[in-house]
């Protein structure tokens, strides 16, 4: 089913942040024993990283993890703060754990609404945000594109034994009589000896099959 784009709130752009220049005094930043902001400034150095954040020339949206970020790129994003913002010495881990928590709600953002397993790959290049430079887009896509389809291969539908199983024990998997514990042991047994790689498809000769005979009239 096609996406019906959404109408949502816009960024903030803080213009006046990134519009200042050197010649301007900093904006003074105090922080609390935990290296946070507080004070009058906090709302103004938050709303600036939230543009930073979602700002394709420094965070890179095709990085898969926050953790891959280079070290030039968060190197270059504090470097964009001090020069705007007068912060406390030992601020800088705050401000990059900020950002990257950020960074990675705007990647939820964007693939919800920029992107969809069903569509063509061309389809999915040329409806990329206009923020990120299409390299970066292609190559987060592509990534997409591969962990969805490695879900789609570990999905499959469960065993007979793996239903028996859930539908004949508890929450804490005990089975509920001796009978029904006596035919799981069974069909375990027979799960053990399957070829590497098995997934026990449904059969004559799954290991439910084996386990309790020919099929009950209701199994």
């Not at 507080?38 to 890179?60: A, C, Q, R």
Request: with cysteine; aromatic share 8%.
């Amino acid at each position: 089913m096609n996406k019906i784009p959404k109408t949502t709130r816009g960024p903030t752009n803080m213009l006046g942040i990134w519009a200042r220049n050197s010649n301007l005094l900093r904006l003074p930043i105090s922080c609390n024993k935990k290296g946070q902001p507080v004070g009058e400034n906090k709302k103004v150095l938050v709303g600036f990283l939230g543009t930073l954040s979602i700002n394709g020339k420094y965070d890179l949206v095709n990085v898969i993890d926050w953790h891959g970020m280079p070290k030039t790129q968060t190197d270059e994003i504090v470097d964009l703060v001090k020069e705007r913002f007068d912060i406390s010495a030992g601020m800088e881990s705050w401000i990059l754990s900020s950002i990257g928590k950020k960074w990675r709600n705007w990647k939820c953002r964007i693939k919800a609404e920029h992107y969809d397993s069903n569509w063509s790959f061309d389809m999915q290049i040329r409806n990329r945000s206009a923020r990120y430079l299409e390299d970066q887009w292609r190559g987060i896509v592509t990534h997409w594109n591969l962990d969805d389809t490695k879900k789609e291969e570990l999905s499959r539908p469960p065993s007979r034994v793996e239903l028996f199983e859930a539908y004949y024990t508890d929450s804490n998997s005990n089975p509920r009589n001796e009978t029904v514990g006596g035919e799981l042991v069974k069909m375990k047994d027979f799960q053990i000896k399957l070829p590497h790689g098995s997934l026990d498809p449904v059969g004559l000769n799954d290991s439910f099959s084996k386990a309790r005979g020919k099929d009950r009239p209701g199994d």
